[in-house]
């Protein structure tokens, strides 16, 4: 009587494609939940709309530009005059490693935008960021 070979002969088989695909569902869960993480304490402004915004996460230094051109360095309103002084001194206070939020109201003229740029680039401000509402999320 010959006994056959019950065994099989076929070697295991690591399916990796499905371990890629939660490897991915989590990078994009946990890259989407840190949007939500990110807190702004300021004056209440109507932000213009991106359909490209992303937060940005870090050290930041908020400067807000109102409807009516006021301008707030965090909590203090400046005139635009002493932002460019204000700008320095925080620089060295945080040894330059910071980002400005630029929160603008959206029914600002644009030039006034461009003087609150000005004034930052040239009080060595090298991290801006304007803040915007992603399109269709309020305004």
Do not use: C, H, W
Request: charged share 20%; proline share 4%.
């Amino acid at each position: 009587m010959k006994l056959r070979n019950l065994r099989s002969e076929s070697q295991p088989k690591l399916m990796i494609i499905p371990m890629i695909d939660i490897i991915f569902f989590l990078l994009v869960f946990f890259m989407m939940s840190t949007l939500y993480m990110v807190e702004q304490r300021s004056l209440p402004v109507a932000l213009p709309q991106a359909a490209t915004a992303t937060a940005d996460t870090g050290e930041k230094v908020i400067v807000t530009v109102t409807e009516n051109g006021q301008i707030q360095f965090g909590e203090e309103a400046i005139p635009l005059e002493l932002l460019q002084q204000r700008i320095k001194q925080e620089i060295v206070r945080r040894q330059g490693n910071m980002v400005i939020l630029l929160q603008a109201d959206r029914n600002l003229p644009y030039g006034q935008v461009i003087a609150v740029l000005d004034t930052l680039k040239s009080g060595g401000a090298q991290r801006v960021v304007v803040a915007v509402e992603k399109a269709g999320a309020g305004g």
